[in-house]
């Protein structure tokens, strides 16, 4: 018992609450820090997006060959394109999320207290809880984003559309289908990330507490916080085993959610008809298009962005 209650006093000491935070200079350093990890993480986004995306008749079906070709057709900008509009709407989604994260994981945390579940249980469960709230609340805004941006990664891939900036798309989509154009793929989107980001969330929180109770088997931690090192190194490993999980978890819905969301106004495939054509193009393993870049950059965004995260978190505590 002694043992276990340093374990949860070392991660006490490593937990930053809500209520301990600047607001202010939350959302504001964090603007900066999380467009700065979009940056160096966005092309693995477009390659991922272009695999999903092919047809059985292209000739680029894997990520070096797709990285190859934007190289030589549009230079290091094509591994960027629709970024723009990817961080102008990223920044209101980011502090949505953020905001309802944190807030909900407090009461989730109060809610399932009472149970007398295991430390890593209660963890998976509050932080999942709080991952899948944050992640409806925040589609209102990623979904029109997701659609715009995905089109722009894509334009004259493999037989699709060019246009001229994320605006022309957003008017060409609303000519076409109204509104509710820019919300294509919004039922998948949720079913996608909702789940992706509670299974992200609750690995997330879960392995931090066996990984703190695994370096803390056979040592006397007592009241002595841990290095700041060992802090970051939990933290990125949590980050990781949490993006590997999701990735394979969800890819199967996101291709099914991107081509969806990036065929030609002239088509509108219904969900069963893209299962139909991933199916007899390429089997069953075509639900896993682009699993490779998916998970590598779940996986290095879910380290970079948790140790980002972390970072602001400690960089905004309230002083006393």
Request: charged share 20%; hydrophobic share 40%; proline share 3%.
């Amino acid at each position: 018992m002694a043992a276990s209650s340093s374990r949860m006093q070392t991660f006490g000491q490593t937990e930053i609450n809500w209520d301990k935070l600047d607001k202010t200079k939350f959302y504001v350093v964090g603007a900066g820090i999380f467009t700065g990890v979009t940056v160096a993480l966005y092309p693995v986004s477009v390659v991922k997006t272009r695999l999903q995306v092919a047809s059985k008749d292209t000739v680029e079906r894997n990520a070096f060959s797709v990285i190859r070709g934007i190289l030589k057709t549009d230079g290091v900008p094509g591994l960027y394109r629709g970024f723009g509009t990817v961080i102008t709407g990223a920044i209101p989604a980011r502090v949505i999320f953020l905001t309802a994260l944190e807030t909900t994981k407090v009461a989730a945390f109060r809610m399932v207290e009472p149970f007398k579940f295991s430390e890593p249980t209660q963890a998976a469960i509050a932080n999942g809880v709080a991952g899948m709230t944050a992640s409806m609340f925040a589609q209102g805004v990623f979904v029109p984003i997701d659609v715009i941006s995905q089109k722009l990664m894509v334009q004259g891939y493999s037989g699709h559309a060019h246009y001229n900036g994320g605006l022309d798309v957003a008017r060409k989509v609303i000519k076409s289908d109204g509104i509710r154009g820019l919300y294509r793929g919004f039922g998948l989107s949720v079913m996608t990330y909702s789940p992706s980001s509670a299974v992200w969330w609750a690995s997330y929180g879960s392995s931090q507490r066996v990984i703190w109770r695994l370096l803390g088997d056979g040592t006397d931690l007592k009241e002595v916080a841990p290095s700041t090192w060992t802090i970051v190194s939990v933290q990125a490993a949590g980050g990781f085993i949490a993006g590997a999980t999701a990735s394979c978890i969800t890819t199967p819905l996101d291709t099914i959610k991107t081509r969806l969301q990036v065929m030609g106004h002239e088509k509108r495939p219904s969900a069963r008809q893209v299962v139909k054509n991933l199916i007899a193009d390429d089997g069953w393993k075509g639900f896993y298009k682009g699993l490779g870049p998916r998970f590598f950059s779940m996986s290095a965004w879910g380290t970079s962005m948790i140790l980002a995260y972390e970072y602001l978190k400690r960089l905004c505590v309230k002083e006393d």
